[in-house]
């Protein structure tokens, strides 16, 4: 089984700076896209950002200049540095990654971590 584990929620003044990790456990064989998703009470789930397995990289609108998507390939590990944050970014930020888990099969999956709480005040 595959399990994906974020860390590095927590409260922070507006203005202030936050760094998120990924890290998935378990049966991997390789990690394709990783990325990080956001929800906020009462809000559907949205794209935050995305990385490709070369580094290519995709922002939601409301983000772009002020959080920065990364990942290291030897550790399977995706992070998410987000600066000069507003309430507004408050939400549960969740991990997504494109895994195949074994080389028998050439099959990939999407896998989600629980989810960690990112809270801003104003």
């Known amino acids: 089984q595959v399990q994906l584990a974020e860390s590095g929620g927590g409260l922070v003044q507006a203005g202030g700076s936050l760094r998120l990790s990924c890290v998935p456990s378990?049966?991997?064989?390789?990690?394709?896209?990783m990325g990080w998703y956001r929800q906020a009470p009462g809000n559907q789930r949205e794209l935050v950002a995305t990385?490709?397995?070369?580094?290519?990289?995709n922002y939601a609108d409301s983000v772009k200049g002020r959080f920065t998507i990364s990942r290291d390939n030897a550790k399977n590990t995706v992070y998410l540095q987000m600066n000069s944050l507003k309430p507004e970014d408050t939400a549960v930020y969740s991990c997504?990654?494109?895994?195949?888990?074994?080389?028998?099969?050439?099959?990939?999956?999407?896998?989600w971590g629980q989810g960690t709480q990112v809270t801003v005040s104003s």
């Open positions: 378990g049966s991997i064989f390789r990690v394709n896209d």
């Open positions: 990385i490709t397995r070369d580094g290519r990289t």
């Open positions: 997504n990654a494109r895994i195949r888990p074994s080389w028998t099969s050439y099959d990939f999956f999407d896998y």
